[in-house]
Nanobody, 126 residues
């Protein structure tokens, strides 16, 4: 069993920045993929960013160039640096983890992830 705990959400003004963190505990898979998805009210869960054990990253189109995902494998932690935030970034952000297909193979579909955190609210508003 894998437990994921997110932190770092909150209220920020448009143009501001936030950093989310996710700590994984329990059974960590070899070649695991970790990442972030988000779900806005009334919308489907969507990809924000994922990172493989080999450091390969994939970003959702709406956050490319603004968000940066990173991980500290020894600490079983993944981070999301969010810059130039927009009101449309408002959502609940979920950390996810899954056994990877290899150190360099992304997993970008939410339905393929079995392990999820509780979510952290990010609100971008003036």
């Amino acid at each position: 069993q894998v437990q994921l705990v997110e932190s770092g959400g909150g209220l920020v003004q448009p143009g501001g920045s936030l950093r989310l963190s996710c700590t994984a505990s329990g059974r960590i898979f070899p070649n695991d993929v970790m990442g972030w998805f988000r779900q806005a009210s009334g919308k489907q869960r969507e990809l924000v960013a994922i990172i493989t054990s080999g450091g390969v990253t994939t970003y959702g189109d709406s956050v490319k160039g603004r968000f940066i995902i990173s991980r500290h494998s020894a600490k079983n932690e993944v981070y999301l640096q969010m810059n130039s935030l927009k009101p449309e970034d408002t959502a609940v952000y979920y950390c996810a983890a899954e056994e990877g297909r290899g150190p360099h193979t992304p997993v970008v579909v939410a339905a393929q992830y079995r392990h999820w955190g509780q979510g952290t609210q990010v609100t971008v508003s003036s």
